[in-house]
């Protein structure tokens, strides 16, 4: 027994039709190949059983065809214009301009950085997928490939369009800290806690009790010490901050969750003079302060012991701990303006030292 496959473009093969029978029959295999077809084209088969009578008349005597079944060849075509079209902490959501030849599509993708963990999607004739269930704050290797997909279920794909480095949504900025480089200065230095993914971020400045952005900017990669100089940042006063990161898709800024807001103003400069008995300090005022600390040293780097917590913006040192304050002795101060907002006390900068000697 040998078979005659046929394969045409058209499913009721009138014309154009391909076999294998050759100069010397078809074959006794119950596999076939045929070359010479298009790429990312459907065709259809039907195969016959015959039997050759062989030598001398080589007579065949063919049975009835099988049922047709539809066949597919590998697309030439290529996946264009593969991008990042939206994100959230767990998805990515990829679009691509459609390939010829295709009626569906395939996707391998896995964490960047790791190659044992590759992971399959097949999909329809579709130009756009979101991949869920993604983790946080992580980077992904995506390949899209082109199929051509039979009726029976067959897949025959076409080489792949790769996308590195692909972001999901940062999350909620963490550890957000500020400060001022000096007691005078207009430069704020931002800290936080680090994202490798992001392209940048935002922040935005308020009054302690403002409810419109007086402050706005933006930083760019993964720095997490920015820094910047505004007229509006001069003064003794509390004020509030938040920032978040984002990541760019699409041409534009997708940007995570704010941070929680963090309080700073800059530490009060202290003016000290000589009065009966002690030393008189007085401060700056600090709008938006509740009270102040004041500590104070023998040593300008360490030792600080707090003196007292006090309204006001004046205060006259008699003692250090227990004793009387001692002839010709330095003494370090600084002052701290403090804000509490639920159940967290908020301080300024405390860098700086302003000293003293005492003298009876």
């Known amino acids: 027994m040998e078979y005659k496959v ?135 290797e995506f390949c899209v490939y082109p199929v051509n997909k039979s009726q029976g279920g067959y897949q025959a794909v076409g080489s792949s369009t790769l996308l590195y480095y692909v972001p999901t949504l940062p999350t909620k900025l963490t550890g957000l800290d500020c400060e001022f480089w000096n007691y005078s200065s207009k430069y704020l230095e931002l800290s936080f806690n680090e994202n490798r993914i992001v392209d940048g971020g935002q922040y935005e400045i308020y009054a302690y009790n403002g409810k419109k952005a007086i402050i706005k900017g933006k930083w760019s990669g993964t720095k997490t010490n920015p820094y910047f100089s505004h007229n509006k940042l001069k003064g003794y006063k509390f004020l509030k901050i938040r920032a978040r990161h984002y990541i760019n898709v699409g041409g534009r800024e997708k940007y995570g969750a704010w941070s929680n807001w963090e309080y700073f103003a800059r530490q009060p400069e202290i003016r000290i003079k000589k009065v009966s008995g002690g030393l008189k300090l007085s401060w700056s005022k600090v709008s938006g302060a509740q009270n102040y600390t004041v500590s104070m040293s023998t040593k300008q780097k360490s030792g600080y012991k707090k003196v007292v917590t006090t309204k006001k913006t004046s ?11 001692k002839n010709n002795k330095k003494y370090y101060f600084s002052v701290t303006a403090n804000r509490k907002v639920g159940k967290k006390t908020y301080k300024s900068d405390d860098t700086y030292c302003w000293y003293l000697t005492y003298r009876k």
């Open 315 to 325: 205060y006259t040192v008699k003692k250090y701990g227990k004793s009387k304050l």
């Open 6 to 140: 046929e394969i045409c473009a058209d499913r009721n093969f009138t014309g154009g039709v391909k076999d294998n029978m050759g100069s010397w029959g078809g074959t006794s295999s119950t596999k076939e190949s045929m070359n010479g077809l298009t790429p990312g084209r459907k065709y259809y088969v039907r195969v016959t059983a015959y039997y050759n009578s062989g030598y001398p008349n080589y007579t065949y005597t063919y049975g009835t065809p099988s049922d047709v079944i539809e066949v597919v060849t590998k697309p030439s075509a290529r996946v264009t214009e593969l991008r990042e079209s939206n994100a959230t902490e767990t998805s990515i959501t990829l679009s691509w301009k459609k390939a010829d030849g295709v009626n569906a599509y395939r996707i391998e993708y896995q964490k960047e950085g790791i190659n044992d963990n590759k992971k399959t999607i097949n999909l329809g004739n579709v130009s756009s997928y979101t991949v869920k269930g993604l983790n946080k704050n992580s980077e992904y």
